[in-house]
């Protein structure tokens, strides 16, 4: 039986930013926070960051280790730091039903806390998702090898992992784009879908499942995409759906693998009947016939559009891009560049910097 609920209470959401990056993302976070069942924790090695971040709790890990001047961009230097503020953390994730993470991969103490972190969750039972930022490639191959190992052991340990490889940036925005632009875009990204997640878990209605049942969609093995689609009118409602299927900015991910989704519809007012099972059929039909499928609606009137659509993809394979040296022979395992109408919540001033898309792309 579907229960209309206007707000899940009692639910505590943990929002950790760990690293630069994730304590960057705090900040947005922050200052547009809705919900008081969602509580903000920056974790890094760097006091100075700490003192720039706002959020409930800043937590320096290390203290002894690194006494508060960071990692050093060694990810080792990062796991040590938080074994010796082990029962910081743990405090921390007891007091949480669900942990969403922000977090950037390639660095220090992103890399090497992150997946303890998980690790710690998962032994107390808590589900926990990250969203991880990948390095530019002209970052250096160093620099991205640290990345994917941190990426590789923090999937054996979180429920979900969405990546967003910061090149997707560049491919979206382009090359002209300026650099603080790019990382402060990269942020909002960051921002949007977390805070995505926060009006899911706080705002739940037409919804007959429970934490648990939560917790066992976000407990599929493999990949995890998420993606968000919006808009102002009902008949709008399909491009939406497909922008949040098709977001060009995360990891790419086959969903036709998924063994668990999650969709959630947020709106100012009411939704028709037909637009929902619309969309309900639409998710349904790119996933196994096997897949756990909850669908939700929640009536949240300080949307900033109409409508919102959140998709959680879990337990999936990541799908194979060919790479930019082969051939255009190959259709079947070729990512096609992303159309002007799937870029996800970009901002004008930053879109209108990039270079016009090609007419292949249109």
Request: proline share 3%; glycine share 10%; charged share 15%.
């Given at each position: 039986m579907f229960q209309l609920i206007q707000q899940n209470d009692g639910l505590s959401i943990g929002v950790f930013g760990i690293g630069g990056c994730g304590c960057n993302t705090l900040n947005s976070i922050f200052e547009q926070r809705e919900s008081d069942q969602a509580h903000l924790y920056s974790v890094n090695t760097d006091k100075v960051v700490l003192e720039h971040t706002q959020s409930d709790e800043a937590v320096l890990i290390g203290a002894e280790l690194t006494h508060g001047y960071g990692a050093g961009a060694d990810p080792k230097v990062g796991l040590q730091a938080a074994e010796e503020s082990k029962d910081q953390l743990?405090?921390?994730?007891?007091?949480?039903?669900?942990?969403?993470?922000?977090?950037?991969?390639?660095?220090?103490?992103?890399?090497?806390?992150?997946?303890?972190?998980?690790?710690?969750?998962?032994?107390?039972?808590?589900?926990?998702?990250?969203?991880?930022?990948?390095?530019?490639?002209?970052?250096?191959?160093?620099?991205?090898?640290?990345?994917?190992?941190?990426?590789?052991?923090?999937?054996?340990?979180?429920?979900?992992?969405?990546?967003?490889?910061?090149?997707?940036?560049?491919?979206?925005?382009?090359?002209?784009?300026?650099?603080?632009?790019?990382?402060?875009?990269?942020?909002?990204?960051?921002?949007?879908?977390?805070?995505?997640?926060?009006?899911?878990?706080?705002?739940?209605?037409?919804?007959?499942?429970?934490?648990?049942?939560?917790?066992?969609?976000?407990?599929?093995?493999?990949?995890?995409?998420?993606?968000?689609?919006?808009?102002?009118?009902?008949?709008?409602?399909?491009?939406?759906?497909?922008?949040?299927?098709?977001?060009?900015?995360?990891?790419?991910?086959?969903?036709?693998?998924?063994?668990?989704?999650?969709?959630?519809?947020?709106?100012?007012d009411e939704i028709s009947l037909g637009s929902y099972n619309l969309i309900t059929d639409t998710v349904r039909q790119q996933v196994s016939p096997n897949a756990l499928v909850i669908c939700g609606v929640s009536k949240i009137e300080n949307l900033a559009t109409n409508y919102e659509l959140l998709v959680i993809a879990t337990g999936a394979s990541s799908k194979m891009v060919v790479d930019k040296t082969q051939s255009d022979s190959s259709p079947d395992i070729a990512t096609s560049k992303p159309k002007p109408s799937d870029i996800f919540d970009i901002p004008a001033f930053i879109r209108n910097q990039s270079a016009p898309p090609s007419k292949s792309a249109l």
């Open positions: 743990l405090t921390l994730i007891n007091g949480c039903d669900i942990i969403l993470c922000a977090t950037g991969l390639g660095g220090g103490t992103g890399t090497g806390a992150s997946p303890y972190i998980a690790q710690l969750a998962s032994e107390q039972g808590k589900p926990i998702i990250f969203v991880a930022t990948l390095p530019f490639s002209s970052e250096g191959q160093f620099r991205n090898n640290i990345a994917q190992a941190g990426l590789n052991e923090l999937k054996e340990h979180a429920n979900a992992v969405i990546t967003l490889p910061n090149d997707q940036l560049i491919e979206v925005l382009g090359n002209d784009i300026g650099l603080f632009d790019a990382f402060k875009h990269s942020n909002q990204i960051l921002h949007s879908l977390i805070k995505s997640l926060i009006d899911m878990l706080c705002f739940q209605g037409l919804i007959n499942v429970d934490l648990n049942d939560f917790a066992k969609i976000m407990d599929c093995q493999g990949d995890a995409v998420l993606g968000v689609g919006k808009c102002n009118e009902e008949s709008e409602l399909t491009t939406a759906l497909n922008g949040a299927l098709n977001n060009p900015l995360v990891n790419q991910v086959d969903m036709s693998s998924s063994t668990g989704v999650i969709i959630q519809v947020n709106c100012k």
